[in-house]
């Protein structure tokens, strides 16, 4: 059978480039960094190398970027460490509806602990509106914190005109108010410019391009205060303690270096390939609607809403005929409530179950996507044929 991964939102595989650059520090130069004798050395240069690829990538300067366990953590990190760091300037922290799990739910954690949330929408095209971002600001507001590209539906976030706002802010004299993004979908798919777009902190995590699961990155920008959220060494210049994954270090910047040089071709090829399933899918299925701004987004999403049928439904059927693709944020999948990110653009309760995320990547070819469109339609007609769904409506329009 054949098998077409297009869940790369979700993950990607990992570049034999970037295992061949980690695997010297498995099994030869396994000291540890923060060792002073040769073995430590090395250690501790391939991680400054490392800082090195990641703040290229950025435009940031490598004492800016601070190594940690994923984008998970990097989120935690920014949110809580400056709510910790400024508390006494202000409590209040603005948001956007549809963020990822990790920053809504540290969002959660200070608004328990008597932090004021403001939960911007995101409308039907699924991007925040710059005047509600104006209108939500106060003198309270110690942080912003909106992602640069949604992981479910893709769309772009206006950061640099929030960046902008938020500078004149603290030009105003309100020095305390940050920004940060969540730019784990944005990293690798499109320019990310920690200077152009005026964010103070930024979200990244290798396994989204080609790099090892278990390892992410927070840029801080230079003069930025957080409290740690880890205790113990002095590891990341005091920022986040415990013995750094040399091997994992070492990956995340090899990956960080071939999106550098290859994010044009990449970014081309995929919108290409997505562009196309898309055309495909709307000619070929009908009752489908895309999901999201269809312009301002990264290369290479697709999300589609397919009327009359559960998405669980689809998904399994791809899958068994070897289509890996998603109905949700991997991270809520397996449960069966619509994806938040879906309700949050407005989509009716139950027709976010109809919803899959087509997300592909480099090496995705024209071939595997031909295989989706042959295979596709008819799933969709035999579940539509024996959904309550499609009954319902044939009796709505009986009556
Ligand atoms: C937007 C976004 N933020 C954060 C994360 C979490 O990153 P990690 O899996 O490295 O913890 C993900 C991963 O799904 C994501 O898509």
Known sequence: MRRVYLDNSASTRVDDEVVEAMLPYFTEQYGNASSTHQWGQHAKQAIEDARAQVARLLNAQPTEIVFLSGGTESDNLAIKGIAAAHCSRGRHI????????????????????????????????GIVRLKDVRAALTDETILVTVMLANNEIGTIQPIAEIGALVAER???GQRHLHLHTDAVQAVG????????????????????????????????????????QMHGGRHERDRRAGTESVPLIAGIGKAAELARVHMDERAVHMRQLRDYLEAQIIERIPDVSRNGDAEQRVPG??????????????????????????TGSACSSGSTEPSHVLLAIGL????????????????????????????????????????????????????
Do not use: M, W
């Open 170 to 172: 603290r030009a105003a």
């Open 94 to 125: 603005i948001t956007s509806a549809f963020e990822h799990p990790a920053v809504l739910a540290s969002c959660d954690q200070l608004e328990a602990q008597g932090f004021t949330l403001t939960r911007l929408p995101v409308y039907r095209e």
């Open 301 to 326: 999403v697709a999300n589609f809403n397919f009327d009359f049928v559960e998405g669980e439904g689809l998904q399994i059927s791809l899958d068994l005929k070897g289509i890996a693709v998603s």
């Open 348 to 399: 009716p309760r139950d027709s976010g179950h109809g919803s899959l995320r087509f997300s592909l990547s480099k090496d995705t070819t024209r071939e595997e996507i031909d295989y989706v469109i042959e295979t596709l339609p008819a799933i969709v007609e035999k579940l539509r044929k024996i959904s309550p769904r499609t009954k319902k409506k044939t009796a709505e329009h009986a009556e």
């Open 189 to 228: 798919k499109i320019p990310v410019d920690v200077k152009q777009l005026g964010v103070d902190l930024l979200t990244f995590t290798a396994h989204k391009i080609h790099g090892p699961k278990g390892v992410g990155a927070l840029y801080v920008r230079r003069g930025v205060r957080i409290t740690s």
